[in-house]
């Protein structure tokens, strides 16, 4: 966040978006975390139906939030292919034909 805010010596909309996009990369790095550890924690004790389910609850709810959050910093699914990037520069090899 430093980074972008130093290099633009202000804070603009491109800024914005990069601290967005940090902070929210950050989160779902956080959020896989305690997702492995939650089921390293029911691994290593004495498993229970009871932990079991409290654990795929858990687990069913942060994996809604990581898809939720992923969805709002990327604007599309992860199973979705990447939309092209626009060109720019308008095309001026076709010739446009006179209907006369």
Known sequence: MY???????HFNNDTYVEIRQT???SILL???VLIAADIVATVVTEPSLRSVLVLGFIVLIRTFLSLSLQVELEGRF??????????????TDT???DKA
């Open 95 to 97: 010739v446009p034909i």
């Open 30 to 32: 956080g959020l896989e």
């Open 78 to 91: 992860p199973w979705q292919n990447r939309k092209p990037a626009p060109d720019k520069q308008p095309d």
């Open 23 to 25: 902070v929210g990369k």
């Open 3 to 9: 980074k972008a805010f130093r290099a633009s010596g």
